[in-house]
């Protein structure tokens, strides 16, 4: 059975940076979407960013956080910079079990790790 765990969270202060990791195992994920969605309190699982051969991210996101993976390691990074504190949430990697045409739909995701809290502060 697949897993997936990430670390790299942690309470960091407006404009600062993090970098959080996910490493999968279990199965290799290289041919399919990998990617980051988030969740604040009371609201919604959200997209974030996803690598399938193209990047893609969320508008609230772009030009401030990249993502990156790295296949040897069957994993997936977020760079996050300029953080601000409407980025708190709790940030779950995801990894898709099949071809997507569609990597920032929640629902194209199979497997899902565990979450890490990520507080940005004013």
């Known amino acids: 059975q697949a897993q997936l765990v990430e670390s790299g969270g942690g309470l960091v202060q407006a404009g600062g940076s993090l970098r959080l990791s996910c490493a999968a195992s279990g199965r290799t994920f290289s041919s399919y979407a990998m990617g980051w969605f988030r969740q604040a309190p009371g609201k919604e699982r959200e997209f974030v960013a996803a690598r399938s051969g193209s990047s893609y991210y969320a508008d609230s996101v772009k030009g401030r956080f990249t993502i990156s993976r790295e296949y040897a390691k069957n994993s997936v990074y977020l760079q996050m910079n300029s953080l601000k504190p409407e980025d708190t949430a709790v940030y779950y990697c995801?990894?898709?079990?099949?071809?997507?045409?569609?990597?920032?739909?929640?629902?194209?995701?199979?497997?899902w790790g565990q979450g890490t809290q990520v507080t940005v502060s004013s």
């Open positions: 995801a990894a898709s079990g099949h071809t997507s045409s569609r990597p920032w739909e929640l629902s194209e995701y199979n497997y």
